[in-house]
């Protein structure tokens, strides 16, 4: 997951820097403060943007954004994943990617029934384009 979101942000000549990716295994939601204060406190640096795994981290990630006083996104712009309802109830909304759930499913069931109709064809993909949701968190 990560490589492929690396390699959409090379496509725009944006460079993520190895020292940029936090890569702990967060266990809960709670785990996110120390992470980020670990993180930041080593590198001596803070962030233009983070971008979480999904909606639930950009919301703690806000909450310890604001915890330091830093303003969302004047200070620290927020992204979340999986376009998720809360995340357009948070203050600031955050912003998000939705993965497009009902072209996938639309696909997977025409290549499922493609499949079922013909056992000897190719193995097919179909790639399915995900969509920048912006909301006030984004700036």
Known sequence: ????????????????????????????????AACLDNHFSLNKMMPD????????????????????NLRIPEDIAIIGFNDSAIAKFQLPPIASVAREDDKMVDAAVRMLFARLQNSQMPQQREVIAMKFVWRESAG
């Not at 942000?9 to 820097?17: A, G, K, T």
């Open 1 to 32: 997951k990560l490589d492929s979101y690396i390699q959409a942000l090379m496509q725009f000549d944006i460079v993520v820097p190895k020292e940029a990716i936090i890569e702990n295994k967060i266990n809960s939601l709670d785990d996110i």
């Open 49 to 68: 943007v983070i971008i979480c795994n999904n909606d639930e981290q950009a919301i703690a990630v806000a909450a310890w954004v604001r915890s330091k």
